[in-house]
């Protein structure tokens, strides 16, 4: 399968030339390796036990290899983490390492930070404008200076096209099979983190069928902040046999670490005046086609409304509105790395306002963002978003509503209404 050139690809293209090493950090099958390849001239696959065997008996393989040198799955042999950063001390000559890598160390595992010397990207699933879907028109960097850039364009992509990118997944290898071979693919994936991915991280896990529930509990709270006990009971209903809360935090923990979860933390603003906020984080999978298989509702049974969430508050939101938002944060993630923004959302305790998405950038202003189904917003949909400017006033950049409608324009009362598909960085 030819490459596709990957929003990452600028960061890399910009930086790597004068940065000794990189890390590419994300799940499996997100496209790492391929992605780092592009720029290697050797590489030492750990997958691989023999190759993994050289570089545990000789360390000093990473500096005598023909550079740029692509480390692939580094956390597989922890102490080249640390060889490379010393490398790097020694001589911080651009473009000498990249490391790849779908978990960082395991509990126990003591490895230097890198800072300074390892700079460190995560590249998740593939983004709405990284999948060719359409030509975006607004770009989340533009928004982010608060200038009030135009905003405009067409689209031809509609609600049941994204229903059917939620179905395909942002997974290069994935996406482009069948829908058949697609699911079988899926499936598959959770099982290999259930029973494989864990168990070679050293995590014990003694009940699958368990954690498979536990799993798909948690999927039905994407885009939610359904508590974790909430989410322990939705997956053993009627059962007074639960696991023990101490296993599955652990399992929670270990999910992350192999970023199969990919929470977004709640924002907490540093020179604001807003209290009562929520530090709950709203719960995503590292793709909404994880959180469709595990769920089983499919393309005919999300268009016609099907699934339940969690919780009685997360049904507030449709399963496929659910899902919708997961898809935007996920594209919406990978636009603000390019623009060296973070990403977070925006609760009351009270949960009588709340913002999808908060993107803050490095001076501190904020593009608040909505997200619904529907494809022209109402002055209703906009509250979370006018209370937010009402609030904190100029350090909000801009205010949007992503949506499945055709046209991107300006509202009257200065909301941007921008098509999911329309959105780049």
Known sequence: ???????LDDALDELFPHLAAIAVEGAKGVGKTATASQRAATVLDLTDPSQRRSLA???NLVVQLRPPVLVDEWQLEPSVWDRVRKAVDDDATGGRFLLTGSASPGRGVRVHSGAGRI?????????????????????LRALLT???????????VDLPHYVDEILRSGFPAIRELPPSARAVQLDGYIARIVERELPENAVTVRRPAAL???????????SGNATYSAILDAATPGESDKPARQTVTGYREQLTRLFVLDPVEAWIPAF????????TPQHHLVDPALAARLVGVGLDGLLRGQGRRTTPRDDTKTWLGALFESLAVQSVR?????????VGHLRTQNTDQEVDIIVEGVDRRVVAMEVKLSAAPTGHDLRGLNWLRDRIGDQVADRVCLTTGPHAYRRDDGVAVVPLALLGP
Request: zero cysteines.
């Open 1 to 7: 399968m030819a490459y596709r050139r990957r929003v």
């Open 57 to 59: 008996d000789n360390h």
């Open 119 to 139: 700079v460190s990207f995560k590249l998740r699933p593939m983004s709405l404008v990284e999948r060719g879907l359409a030509s975006p028109t607004v770009s």
């Open 146 to 156: 608060g200038d009030r850039p135009p905003v405009e364009g067409a689209t031809e």
């Open 212 to 222: 498979r529930r536990w799993l798909a509990a948690y999927a039905a709270a994407t």
């Open 272 to 279: 604001a005046p807003l209290t009562r906020l929520t530090k």
């Open 334 to 342: 990978v636009y603000a790395q390019a623009a060296s923004a973070t």
